[in-house]
């Protein structure tokens, strides 16, 4: 303020004056009557001498008394403007926090605000991925199954074209194996022609005629199965010309023989008295052996009947027997060596047990008439086995030396299944007998117990192929001895018949295939370790016993069906005696015990006989395996 101002500049004039010199005590009232006198800076200090008020002094001392009462004044305000600017700094600074948590909520905010838009972007972008992936899925299963499709439509394709081009090799194969039968059918005729032609006892008679044109047409018919060998199919025009040709030869066979005939019905006529009176001496005869025979059509019935007198016998011979009882024997000390695997109740040994067992029967059960180098694979499988070398069965490696029991177990094993495959699959598919024995007969000579295991378990199954007849013992319940006998009872209800002889049939085939054949890929050419004097043993035995109705015609006719050709190129001459005998013989004998139920067995045997005796041949059996099957 101005005033204010003014009284400070004449506050400082006044200081800087002489009077603002003087020495004045400052216990002075200027109000009160008591009070200092000035003194001049010359005096005394001690000396205070009471002197006249002056104006000056008293103007001094309100200046004093205004300047303290300003200075009170002012610190009283400079307080209060600290306190305020405190206040105020106070203020701002609570503002200025507050505002910085503004801020900082505004900030976290954003963030969050930030983060949660930055989160949707992302949810919405895997949403989207999502949905990109699924279509992309969805149309990966789209192109796939377009693709199964086509891919099944192809191999429909090329199955179909595979079953044309199959379908059309059999077809050629067919005509070939026609035009072959034709052209074996003419050979055939024509060396019957030739024989008739050569027949020294027949009738003064020229049939040159016939057996150049014979010639002939076998000629023709050779170059013309020559000519579709090459091709690899005939032609309808080369089957026509085939069958034409063997009408032909047909026909001048029976011109032939109508021309023979008129020959020797002269002859004949002379010799027909001899012939009926020698035929009605042998029928008589054989009247007699018939009556005196004795009959046994059954085991079970015929039990308790004594043995006949004519020399033929019901029992086996001691030898056979001894032998018999001796392969039981080996096959129940075989069972005992390994009764530790088998009945082990630990779970590790149970599965070794259960590899082993399918190790041993799968491979067996997996052969088959397809081709020789599948029956390699499963040799050499069987053989490592028991080898000790260790093989893959199921996806796991199996060896024999898992378990110190594990090879008698598979010994066992193996031999019960080859018998059980006889019992089962050769009796349902009579040419599965050969690919079976080829491997059983292999594995019989590399490891001879098995041979010995499977001729136990034969024995036990099929008694006929020792052969043997069980004996009715007193105390043998009768359900025991029908087992004895072969067949199968379950709830004391015996098999029919037909069940049983084809259980029989199918293990005496597979026994008489064994018999004949040898593995083919092995090292060393050794001797057949069950050969064919087992086969003429075991026939010259049956024809020692007393037949069985039903039973003997069967397996003698399944046995010579399958072994017969083997037989008759071994023996020969003594083979066509055998068969002689059977024939004049033991048929009659057979047929004897027959009933009018059970003839169609010995009906086929005899026709079986007939034939070959007819053709001086053993045909060979259905399913032999030719050179040719182990080169597929």
């Keep these: 303020m101005p005033s204010e101002q003014f009284r400070m500049e004449t506050l400082e004039a006044l200081r800087r004056s002489s009077k603002g010199q003087l020495t004045y005590c400052r216990d002075w009232s200027p109000l009160g009557e008591n009070h200092q006198e000035w003194r001049t800076p010359e005096a005394e200090p001690e000396t205070c001498t009471s002197s006249p008020r002056s104006k000056g ?72 991925a999502q949905g990109q992936q699924e279509k992309l899925k969805e149309e990966h299963r789209r192109r796939e199954k377009l693709l199964n499709r086509k891919l099944r439509e192809a191999e429909q394709q090329r199955q ?11 077809e050629n194969q067919e005509k070939l194996r026609r035009l072959y039968s034709v052209q ?36 023709e018919v050779s170059r013309l199965v020559r000519t579709a060998s090459e091709r690899g199919s005939p032609t309808p025009a080369d089957m026509a010309s085939a069958e034409h040709m063997l009408a032909e030869m047909r026909e001048l066979m029976s011109s032939m023989q109508q021309e023979v005939a008129l020959a020797v019905e002269e002859k004949r006529r002379r010799e ?121 069965s199921a996806g796991r490696s199996v060896s024999v030396t898992h378990h110190p029991q594990g090879l008698e177990f598979v010994y066992f094993k193996l031999a019960e299944k080859f018998v059980k495959q006889g019992e089962e699959e050769v009796a349902s598919h009579h040419e599965a007998a050969f690919p079976i024995a080829v491997v059983a007969s292999g594995i019989w000579e590399m490891h001879p117990k098995v041979g010995d295991l499977i001729l136990a378990h034969l024995h036990k199954k099929c008694p006929y192929a020792v052969p043997f007849y069980p004996a009715l013992k007193e105390g043998t319940p009768l359900e025991e001895y029908q087992r004895m006998l072969g067949y199968q009872v ?84 003594q083979f066509w005696k055998m068969i002689l005998l059977i024939r004049e013989e033991y048929f009659p004998r057979i047929e004897a015990i027959t009933s009018s139920g059970e003839m169609g067995s010995l009906m086929r045997f005899k026709d079986f006989l007939e034939k070959c005796l007819h053709r001086k041949e053993v045909p060979l059996p259905k399913g032999f395996l030719d050179p040719s099957f182990w080169r597929l």
Excluded at 160 to 170: D, P, S, T, V
Excluded at 533 to 560: I, S, Y
């Design 57 to 128: 002094v008293e103007v001094e001392g309100l200046i004093r008394l205004h300047e303290e009462v300003h200075k009170s004044k002012g610190r009283e305000e400079l307080r209060q403007r600290l306190e305020l600017q405190e206040q105020v700094v106070k203020a701002a600074s609570e503002e200025a926090s507050e505002h910085l948590k503004r801020f900082d909520e505004l900030k976290e905010l954003k963030r969050r605000q930030e983060y949660q838009h930055l989160q949707q972007a992302i949810e919405s972008s895997v949403r989207e």
């Design 160 to 170: 179909r074209q595979e079953e044309l081009e199959r379908l059309r090799k059999e």
């Design 184 to 219: 074996e059918e003419t050979l055939r005729v024509n060396q019957q022609i030739s024989l008739n032609h050569r027949q020294k006892e027949r009738p003064a008679v020229d049939l040159s005629a016939y057996s150049n044109r014979g010639n002939q047409i076998c000629g």
């Design 272 to 392: 027909e008295e001899v012939a009926a009176a020698a035929a009605a001496v042998k029928e008589k005869e054989l009247q007699k052996q018939q009556l005196a025979q004795a009959q046994v059509p059954d085991p079970v019935k015929q039990a308790g009947r004594k043995p006949p007198q004519d020399g033929l016998q019901v029992k086996a011979e001691e030898k056979t027997m001894r032998w018999y009882q001796q392969l039981q024997r080996e096959c129940e000390e075989c069972v005992a060596s390994f009764s530790g695997l088998a009945n082990s109740k630990d779970a590790q040994v149970k599965k070794v047990k259960m590899d082993l067992q399918k190790a041993a029967t799968i491979p067996v059960s997996q052969i088959s008439t397809r081709a020789g180098s599948q029956l390699k694979e499963i040799f050499e499988k069987i053989n490592s086995l028991l080898s000790g070398r260790p093989i893959n």
């Design 490 to 573: 379950k709830d004391s209800t015996v098999e029919p018949q037909d069940n049983f002889l084809k259980r029989m049939s199918g293990m005496i085939r597979l026994y008489a295939a064994i018999l004949q054949l040898q593995w083919p890929y092995r090292d060393r050419q050794g001797a057949h370790p069950h050969g064919l004097n087992n086969a003429w043993r075991w026939l010259a035995q049956m024809l020692n016993m007393e037949p069985l109705a039903d039973v003997t015609a069967t397996l003698l006719f399944d046995f010579l069906e399958v072994c017969g050709n083997a037989l008759m190129k071994q023996y020969q001459v």
